[in-house]
């Protein structure tokens, strides 16, 4: 737990340390608990999910980290080097922090803290959560990264001091029935799925193609009949991106499939420097095309991102 401790409301993510979506989601939840560590109590709670090999390794090492009083710290490293999450890596990671490394590692080698990570996961399951990252204002859960700028609204609505904005309504929001506790998983409804999240379930349906530079700058080359979609946040995009491409955040990807063409190539690309796996957002993305009847073979996703793209010297758009 970080912020004020006596805090009446709290946040709590349930996260995972190898979901591409919670990577993204940090540096929105960093700046909240910069902007209101002085009236939330913030707690992050472990769901490592079974299909990412190096997570319940990476929570093992943030709660080491934690035991020499640098978990938060941990939290932005491990978030920031989802690259490489190996053994190896932790242990430098540990180093960078300034942690001591011997102590560190004989932790990470005892498994001394994989029944507090445990503890985490079975509550998770006992709440119906089956994706990250997933969090609780309060009682109402998003599903998702939360947005700074309606942050304020969550927290105002939870303390009863004023209703959302009218006609603003997250998708993936919801309150808890009244009387309900935040350990009682009969409390919680029905909740929307998010495409900027991690879970078990995305590993079970259709998966768009996958392709590599060559084929990329193959498509690139055919102009007009191939479509290049930026998946990153804007701010991303304009520092830097495939020409023509246009900017469709993932998670607004559902609320533009009217506006994107389904008679040429789809093109979705991210900026390579961070997981491919299956949660990554090109590929929900592309979920969420396929799911929506665009086409197989027009759906594809640039695995190797801008970063390859720019270090094989193609151009880049300013």
Request: proline share 6%; hydrophobic share 35%.
């Amino acid at each position: 737990m970080t912020g004020n401790l006596q805090a009446s409301v709290a946040v709590v993510e349930f996260g995972d340390f190898e979901c591409p979506a919670c990577g993204r989601a940090e540096e929105g939840v960093r700046e909240i608990r910069k902007k209101y560590g002085d009236r939330v109590r913030f707690v992050f709670r472990h769901f490592p999910l079974g299909r990412h090999p190096f997570a319940l390794k990476a929570a093992e090492a943030s709660e080491c980290a934690a035991e020499q009083g640098k978990f938060w710290e941990a939290v932005e490293k491990l978030y920031g080097g989802q690259s490489d999450l190996s053994e190896t890596a932790l242990i430098r990671y540990a180093g960078e922090l300034g942690l001591d490394v011997p102590r560190f590692t004989q932790c990470l080698g005892n498994g001394s803290t994989l029944a507090r990570i445990q503890r985490d996961a079975e509550d998770a399951r006992a709440l119906g959560i089956d994706r990250t990252p997933t969090f609780f204002v309060g009682q109402q859960r998003i599903m998702g990264a939360l947005d700074p700028q309606q942050f304020p609204y969550l927290l105002e609505k939870e303390r009863g001091a004023a209703p959302a904005p009218p006609g603003e309504t997250r998708p993936g929001t919801t309150s808890m029935s009244s009387g309900g506790g935040f350990g009682d998983p009969n409390a919680f409804g029905q909740f929307q799925s998010s495409t900027a999240t991690c879970s078990e379930a995305d590993a079970l349906k259709q998966q768009p193609a996958v392709i590599r530079t060559p084929e990329a700058q193959k498509l690139f080359a055919e102009g007009s009949k191939t479509f290049f979609i930026d998946v990153r946040e804007s701010k991303d995009f304009e520092t830097g991106r495939i020409p023509k491409a246009i900017n469709v955040p993932v998670d607004k990807i559902e609320e533009r499939l009217g506006s994107l063409p389904k008679d040429r190539d789809i093109v979705l690309y991210e900026s390579g420097r961070s997981s491919g796996d299956i949660c990554a957002a090109g590929r929900a993305a592309g979920r969420a095309l396929l799911s929506h009847g665009f086409a197989f073979q027009r759906v594809k996703v640039y695995q190797d991102g801008l970063a390859d793209w720019e270090r094989t010297g193609l151009p880049v758009e300013h």
